[in-house]
């Protein structure tokens, strides 16, 4: 219900993206060797943001019979160029005609209002004006859409400051808007820096965080919101850097959606990744809303240790880190239940988890293997399994709404397999989960009765040797990683179709298969390793087969084993997982703890660290202090 | 013996003089840069970016122009190879320079090519950088007897230990290892950087030197494999400009200098500190050719990020600043019982003028400035937006306190070691030890007890050419008025005009030095020529009073009452109606209380605060603040919540 | 068409068949999103929002195009002074819809229901998926009162007042019916449920006899003024019944919107109901049902359109505002402006 205008603007860019060739995207991968040079690395992040903003600049001209064709993103590249000035005011009076509503109206808008507060004619920053007192803006019902909201609220308030009730659609003062809008930014800001993002880790909606953040460091008048706008940038990409591997996201996701879940490089993370890290190529159209961060992008320096957290990888690391769940108004115990994450990254592969279950009620991904591909683009470097949960009620928990319009409803607005017994997006009530370095033990018990009563495991097109051994195992290679994949229940094949968009009403083949095993208990074990840590594949396969292993589906599920690192694990459905004799006890975990990211819960504090470069960002005193150590 | 870099600045200066002359220099050249504050961060760093490059391509440009003379120096060297151009040219070039015949000693020889060596690790021909290299092996490098000579000699040693890790002692014109030359340079620039920020510069508030500090600096925060380096670099380089920005009224560097030149001393804006503050702030012209050596410091400068906290204090004046700061002598080798006394200054700066001051007392032997009262003017140059009175001392034993040298051959040496004015009765540069200064906001009390027999006992009072209604009153008072500022200027003694002559330098005989000849500028010399002396200044804004007469009135009505003998002394209401008494020799007394220096901190004022031995510097403007904390190497931003 | 040339203008959508009764001595209002396939962020297509039926049968437009709406009320003092909750909470305006204000700020949100209370009308009860808050200035300022209110499960579908009583209130909860007494300073639960309490009404004939609608815990049935409640037999518990409605005209007729059962009338005051799903689209999916002053029987289905029936169900004809979804329907004394 959130994403329409994400699609359809994203699908715009794109349509206007095929007009003119898009560099980065067109070329070979970027060079993925480490900048040292600071004066190099600056001089390459403008050089993409610049690439950005000549491609959508030009990507449209003003039709004299029809100056609104422009679109808000092209007139915001052309203003941050200072071309076609007379065009973009002709093309703001325009499209101010017919404004929208909503966050995804509200931030584009404010955005041109800014980049052109000297450049648009009086009657194209009238007209802007005029539609914040005409147009009733709705805020929406998702963190995002509030973060959106509030910012470009804050912003044109203290844009049209001492402004009376009646100039502004509700009918507060510029004085009370501002009041109200920074105090939900900073609330916002507390709760994420204390227990963590609500949308976290997410494929596309990071752009929904960062854009209106670099507004905020860019554009307020307030040192302290400039502040806090800069340091919430430098807390988004710094777990962004650390969550890649060569500029692709990896790991769980609290949103993603059928493209991104299988090719990982093609979500709007990527595009953060390239434009600050030029890691990884751009996506298509500069992700559609990314173009909107470009134009302000020379605003924000990239830190040199966040910089190296995502292109400086020296040794392998595992990141424990918490975040919560999108609050639930119903049917729940509690609020914002918290969500624990695994990350283990290394050169040739990463593993990431959380412990399972219910997330986001429609678009979170519990966990996959990724393996690194030295061209991402097309590729789906991914393996994992899910229970294709599918329930009205778990809508309902998050959604002020009824149950029986839901699950039809959300298929027809931009999460079309939502409603599919071979979907591969989501989370379930009846997944836990548990991972130790890159070793993944996934147990189902589903309720008799329940949606679609089976579990889903991906295999991707791009997995080579894939082998069904008579041990049980299932192994292939993917990229320079060695996978192990064991369903603990009898399985069959079929083919993965593939949602090619939001809005495909039918699915089309694009390689892989769906391993689908239709038993109420259920598990999976995925063991990764590195083809340079085996003298060959059957070697791995060997040391596969030789992993002391027991296992069993009644009552509950239970693995106990010994990993390929050598742990002693043993994991119950509904159990804390026990790893060398020792319970783990998520209850300790930190908001961020590894050897890159630290911070405590409700410390409102996150030390960044690379080497001997230390940033740390303090909320409590709004301050960012560099030091070497 | 007194090191200079001889030579190599005249030929550098003279070149780059003599060809800036008929190659268009853009902003020299061009109209007066905007004094609004850019709000906007971007638009802020596109333009220093902007400005570095116009140094680059004009460098590049000049000795790149078909037909050019100018062969490549290695400040173009570093430029082209940064940009991948005419890399074949630089090898050429740099093969010629390493020659054992043009390989010359010293620091002001070391840092460029150290830069050009770093700037062309990667795209330098083997040959080319194995010449480099050779040149550190047999070419014995003078350390210098000056504080800026051994920063930039152990920089320069330092990067290039770094840059041939691992080499023998035989490879080394030192004899030591590359490790030992590690260490040593390490050593001694973090002493450096310990005894500036616990106590204060030695060559503080200099108008060209702070460049020989800026460029090793930034040298270490560009080039260094070390990261604790490199911050330490980011680090001090935050600490001087943020004491140049606060010093600088619209880009001009004001008040007191540990050095200064003839030049430079009356027009105020011809100055390293004045480009500078163009490159980083864009809120002045820069020099003629860029001004030399600080042409070094754009070849590396986009590398330097100006924090908008620093750049807010050099542009962003809505309140008038009173800043009290601590600095020391150069080091003292004999006749004193301090190894290197404090340094007290003061320093008022409000939007038509500035005043500055120290206590008065031996600084730097040769060239330090004791105070003035600057104003602004809109185009600085060719300007000499400055009044002040000083002791025209010179004093071989003087010279002896701080160098190795007997004491009747060392003054002679100094007309050829680029410092013309040092035994000239109507010198215009250095300090006293028979002057002691108070100030107070907008007054100044210079007073002078020279004994008999002292070379020149005499007050030289500057007037500039540029002073406009200058009135010699009757009350004894010497009003004029210098932009938008009133000027009261009160001698306590009988004196004389005489015209003010500049130093112009001229082509010299080789081995001899530098060699000068004599100018009128328009600018005259209050010539007092009494033992016991004094000088009154008292500044105030035109916007102040309701016309020129009704400032001098006030100035009139101030209740003054002065003496000479046995020892200069004045009791007198300033015209901010301070009750203010001061004797030569004493401790001054405001409403009162007398002043006690012991207790001024190392900086405390408007903008930067630090105590001594503190290591850290908090700079503040509005709600911005940065700490410079070199405890922990940590520089740390913060928004506070404001007033 | 903009939000700024629809703003109080009135769209005039004539009823299909020419209204049959004479002028009602009521006002008949709806709440209803006609642009079916809107989602946040995209352009308001159509007009939405408040609409008043015209004595001619015509539905005219009154107020802000507002998709998100999910009721409205008025100050029986001044009908002029208008509240309607949506998506970003509640919107007040004071002078008949020129000029709308935001009441609450960002700690409340997606407002399901808005009550006045006819007794105190000064006093606003605001319905919210976390809770209840009520104003007594109007909706100048707003204050959570939830004492007594479980810390989970007070999802509030809607807060119900009882006319005969200034300050006493029904709501529905996740977990039930809660009652106060006191205009909100402390609830009791009344009714325990195991699922969310869909819609509660007070009979315009007995001010005793109340009726609750759930999710899935069927309807329930009130004859002591809401103190205790019983199940309605013969209304099928498998489906979720969004709301109950009486008719003014006639104290037996009842009827009841749901989705998967369509509309379920009764005519003996509830002792048995009756399938009237005849003559509407197929499958059953009713939205809301409503009876206006006259005795005529709305029904708002799903996807589809408002329906309409003049035998209380057992014939229906299509009304205009295709596509709509139609969340409330209110009746007030005929306004005297």
Excluded at chain 1, 308 to 328: C, H
Excluded at chain 3, 109 to 114: F, L, P, S
Aim: charged fraction near 20%.
């Amino acid at each position: 219900m959130k994403l329409t205008q994400l699609f359809a603007a994203m699908v715009t860019l794109t349509t206007a993206g095929t007009a003119i060739a898009q560099p980065a995207f067109d070329a070979a991968p970027p060079d993925r060797s480490v900048v040292q040079d600071a004066a190099i690395r600056e001089a390459a992040y403008l050089a993409r943001v610049n690439e950005v903003l000549n491609w959508r600049a030009s990507g449209a001209t003003v039709k004299t019979d029809d100056p609104g064709n422009l679109g808000l993103a092209a007139v915001a590249c052309k203003l941050a160029l200072g071309e076609d000035l007379e065009d973009c005011s002709l093309s703001v009076i325009e499209v101010m005609k017919d404004p929208g509503t909503g966050p995804f109206w509200m931030f584009p808008n404010v955005c041109v209002a800014f980049l052109g507060r000297d450049h648009l004619t009086d009657e194209a920053k009238a007209a802007i004006r005029e539609t914040w007192r005409t147009t009733r803006q709705l805020r929406g019902d998702t963190e995002n859409h509030w973060v959106m909201y509030y910012a470009s609220l804050f912003l044109m308030s203290e844009l049209y400051p001492n402004e009376p009730g009646e100039s502004w659609y509700n009918g507060l003062t510029s004085e009370e808007n501002l009041a109200e809008s920074k105090a939900f930014l900073i609330d916002w800001m507390d709760m994420t820096t204390k227990i963590g993002q609500g949308e976290f880790n997410t494929t596309h909606y990071i752009g929904e965080y960062a854009i209106p953040m670099l507004f905020l460091a860019s554009w307020s008048e307030d040192a302290e919101m400039k502040q806090r706008g800069k340091m919430m940038l430098d807390w988004l990409f710094a777990e962004l850097a650390n969550v890649t591997l060569n500029g692709v996201m990896r790991g769980p996701n609290s949103r993603t959606d059928e493209g991104s879940v299988i090719e990982r490089w093609n979500a709007l993370a990527s595009y953060f990744s390239w434009i600050l890290f030029g890691n990884t190529p751009p996506t298509k159209g500069y992700g559609g809303w990314g173009v909107y961060f470009a134009t302000v992008a020379k605003n924000y320096q990239v830190p040199e240790v966040i910089y190296r957290l995502a292109t400086d990888r020296g040794d392998d690391f595992v990141q424990r880190d918490r975040a919560r769940i999108r609050r639930r108004w119903r049917y729940s115990e509690e609020l914002s239940p918290p969500v624990h994450k695994t990350q283990y990254m290394r050169r040739d592969y990463a593993v990431g988890s959380t412990t399972g279950g219910q997330l986001d009620p429609i678009q979170a991904h519990a966990w996959d293997v990724t393996w690194d591909e030295p061209d991402p683009r097309g590729k789906h470097p991914t393996m994992f399994s899910l229970h294709p949960n599918s329930s009205s009620r778990a809508m309902q928990m998050s959604f002020t709404a009824y149950p029986e319009p839901w699950i039809k409803g959300v298929t027809n607005e931009g999460k079309p397999s939502y409603d599919s017994p071979d979907k591969i997006v989501g989370s379930s009530p009846f997944e836990q989960v548990f991972q130790d370095l890159d070793t993944v033990i996934a147990l189902y018990d589903i309720p008799e009765g329940t949606r679609f009563p089976h579990i889903n495991g991906f295999f991707s097109k791009d997995l080579v040797n894939l082998t069904e051994d008579q041990s049980g195992w299932i192994f292939a290679q993917g990229g320079r990683s060695y996978l192990a994949y064991r369903p603990l229940a009898g399985y069959h094949w079929i083919p993965y179709l593939h949602y090619t968009g939001g809005w495909a009403k039918e699915k089309l083949p694009v390689g892989g298969q769906l391993l689908t095993s239709p038993h109420l208990q259920n598990g999976t074990i995925v063991q990764a390793a590195s083809v340079d840590e085996f003298a060959s594949f059957e070697a791995f396969q060997d040391a596969i087969r030789a992993l002391p292993l027991e296992f069993n589906l009644e009552p509950v599920p239970m693995v106990k084993m010994t990993t390929l690192r050598g742990k002693q694990v043993s994991f119950t459905y509904g159990e804390a997982p026990i790893v060398n004799d020792e319970a783990i006890d998520y209850a300790k975990w930190k908001l961020f703890e590894g050897p890159h990211l630290n911070a405590e819960i409700d410390g409102r504090k996150m030390t960044i660290t690379h080497g001997r470069l230390q940033r740390v960002l303090d909320f409590n005193t709004l301050t960012i202090s560099d030091a070497v150590k | 013996m007194i090191f200079s870099p001889r030579g190599i600045i005249a030929a550098a200066l003279g070149a780059l003089s003599f060809v800036g002359s008929l190659h268009a220099q853009p902003s020299f050249e061009g109209s007066l840069p905007s004094r609004e504050v850019i709000e906007d961060s971007a638009e802020r760093r596109a333009a220093y970016l902007a400005r570095i490059d116009e140094v680059n391509d004009w460098h590049i440009d000049l000795a790149s122009s078909p037909g050019s003379e100018v062969k490549l120096t290695f400040s173009t060297i570093s430029m082209l190879l940064q940009r991948g151009e005419q890399i074949e040219r630089c090898n050429r070039r740099m093969l010629e320079l390493m020659d054992p015949e043009m390989v010359r000693s010293g620091p002001f020889w070391m840092f460029p090519v150290v830069i050009a060596a770093h700037a062309g690790r990667d795209v330098l021909s083997a040959e080319a950088s194995a010449s480099i290299r050779e040149a550190f092996r047999f070419k014995r490098q003078l350390r210098g007897d000056t504080e800026n000579h051994w920063m930039m000699y152990y920089v320069s040693l330092y990067l290039m230990s770094e840059l041939y890790p691992n080499e023998p002692g035989e490879s080394w014109y030192t004899g030591k290892s590359s490790e030992e030359n590690l260490a040593e340079t390490r050593g001694w620039l973090i002493d450096w950087m310990d005894i500036t920020t616990s106590i204060g510069q030695g060559e503080y508030n200099a108008t060209h030197y702070v460049s020989e500090y800026a460029i090793p600096m930034l040298m270490l925060a560009t080039y260094s494999s070390d990261p604790e380096m490199k911050q330490r670099g980011k680090m001090v380089l935050d600490w001087l400009f943020a004491e140049l920005a606060n010093v600088t009224l619209e880009g001009v560097l004001r008040g007191p200098n540990s050095r200064v030149g003839d030049t430079a001393v009356v027009e105020r804006g011809r100055t390293s500190a004045s480009f500078l503050a163009w490159l980083l702030f864009g809120n002045t012209p820069p020099q003629p050719a860029h001004g030399g050596w600080p042409v070094y410091f754009a070849t590396m400068a986009k590398h330097y990020h100006v924090p908008e906290v620093i750049y807010r204090l050099a542009t962003d004046r809505s309140e008038d600043i009173l800043q009290r700061d601590r600095a020391r002598t150069r080091r003292y080798w004999r006749y004193s019982d301090q190894h290197m006394p404090p340094i007290y200054k003061t320093q008022y700066l409000r939007n038509d003028y500035a005043v500055g001051s120290h206590q008065g007392r031996i600084s730097d032997p040769i060239q330090s400035h004791v105070w003035d009262v600057t104003w602004r003017e809109d185009d600085p140059r060719g300007k000499h937006p400055t009044m002040f009175s000083l002791h025209p001392h010179d004093s071989g034993k003087v010279m002896q306190m701080f160098f190795a040298a007997y004491p009747d051959s060392v003054t002679g040496g100094l007309l050829a070691a680029g410092k013309p004015s040092y035994v000239e009765p109507d010198k215009l540069v250095g300090s006293s030890p028979y002057e002691k200064v108070f100030q107070d906001l907008d007054t100044v009390i210079a007073l002078y007890d020279i004994p008999a027999g002292t070379d020149h006992e005499r007050v030289n009072g500057f007037f500039s050419k540029d002073l406009r209604d200058l009135i010699e009153h009757e009350s004894g008072w010497i009003f004029a008025r210098g932009g938008d500022a009133y000027l009261a200027y009160r001698p306590l003694a009988d004196y004389s005009w005489t015209p003010h002559l500049i130093y112009r330098g001229v082509p010299a005989t080789p081995g001899q030095g530098y060699s000068y000849e004599r100018d009128p500028t328009g600018s005259q010399v209050l010539v007092s020529p009494h033992a016991k002396n004094g000088t009154i200044l008292q500044a105030a804004s035109v916007a102040e009073f309701a016309s020129y007469e009704a400032f001098q009135q006030a100035m009139i009505a101030l209740p003054l009452e002065f003496s000479l003998e046995p020892t200069p002394t004045v009791t007198m209401t300033t015209l901010r109606g301070k009750q203010v008494s001061v004797t030569f020799g004493e401790a001054p007394i405001v409403d009162g209380t007398p002043l006690d220096y012991t207790q001024w901190k190392l900086f405390e004022g408007t903008h930067l605060n630090a105590e001594i031995g503190g290591r850290k510097l908090t700079i503040t403007h509005g709600q911005l603040q940065r700490v410079l904390d070199f405890n922990t190497l940590t520089i740390s931003d913060t928004v506070t919540s404001g007033k | 068409m903009t939000p700024l040339k629809t703003f109080l203008t009135l769209i005039t959508l004539m009823a299909s068949t020419t209204f049959s009764t004479a002028a009602p001595e009521y006002d008949f209002y709806i709440c209803a999103k006609v642009n079916r396939d809107y989602v946040i962020g995209s352009k308001v297509e159509t007009v939405n929002g408040v609409f008043q039926r015209t004595d001619e049968g015509a539905w005219v437009h009154q107020g802000y195009n507002d998709t998100t709406l999910t009721a409205v009320a008025f100050d029986p003092r001044d009908r002029n002074v208008i509240y309607t909750s949506a998506n970003n909470g509640l919107w007040r305006s004071l002078d008949g819809g020129k000029h709308w204000r935001i009441c609450n700020d960002w700690d409340m949100t997606e407002a399901r229901h808005v009550a006045v209370d006819p007794n105190a009308p000064d006093h606003v009860y605001l319905s919210l998926p976390d809770g209840i808050a009520v104003s007594t200035d109007r909706a100048q300022t707003l204050v959570r009162r939830e004492n007594g209110l479980p810390e989970r499960g007070k999802y509030t579908q809607l807060v119900t007042i009882d006319r005969t009583q200034a300050g006493r209130a029904f709501a529905g909860c996740e977990v039930g019916i809660y009652l106060t007494e006191n205009g909100a300073d402390s609830w009791r639960r009344v009714l325990e449920t195991t699922d969310i309490v869909n819609d509660i009404q007070q009979s315009p004939h007995d001010p005793d006899h109340w009726l609750a609608t759930t999710q899935s815990a069927g309807a329930w049935s009130s004859r002591d003024g809401g103190l205790t409640w019983s199940p309605i037999e013969g209304v099928p518990r498998a489906h979720s019944l969004y709301n109950v409605t009486f008719d003014m005209t006639n104290p037996d007729r009842l009827a009841i919107g749901s989705w998967g059962l369509g509309v379920l009338t009764s005519e003996d005051g509830g002792k048995t109901w009756q399938d009237r799903n005849t003559g509407l689209p197929e499958p059953q999916r009713v939205w809301r049902v409503g009876v206006d002053p006259s005795g005529r029987l709305y029904a708002s289905v799903h996807t589809q359109t408002l329906f309409y029936s003049d035998d209380f169900g057992r014939t229906w004809q299509p009304d205009t505002l295709k596509g709509s979804l139609v969340n409330y329907f209110v009746t007030m004394p005929k306004s005297k402006q």
